[in-house]
Nanobody
């Protein structure tokens, strides 16, 4: 059974930083593509950052230059370093995974394994 678990959310002030973690357990393949999405209640889910099995990355326009996605020592652990946070970054952040998409996808319809989310709140 594949499980995706996010952690690291919390409350920070304007300009602060947070590092989110995503662990994909029960994964049987040598590679896993992982992406972060976020959603504000009442709005559509937004792609934040993605990393594929080769280490290629992609970012949503609103986070470029501020957020960095990376892998841990295990290929099934992925981090999202978030810097220069603003209240507009306040959302529930979700991690999603799938096998060998071939590119770092921010299309939520292409990823089939999702976590429950971790809340990030940025106050001014």
């Amino acid at each position: 059974l594949v499980q995706v678990v996010e952690s690291g959310g919390g409350s920070v002030q304007l300009g602060g930083s947070l590092k989110l973690s995503c662990v994909v357990s029960g994964w049987k393949y040598a590679t896993v593509d992982v992406a972060w999405f976020r959603q504000i209640e009442g709005r559509e889910r937004e792609g934040v950052a993605a990393i594929d099995g080769d280490g290629s990355t992609s970012y949503g326009d609103s986070v470029k230059g501020r957020f960095t996605i990376s892998r841990g020592n295990s290929h099934t652990t992925v981090y999202l370093q978030m810097n220069s946070l603003t209240p507009e970054d306040t959302a529930m952040y979700y991690c999603a995974a799938d096998y060998a998409l071939g590119y770092p996808s921010l299309n939520q319809n292409e990823l089939n394994y999702w976590g429950q989310g971790t809340q990030v709140t940025v106050s001014s």
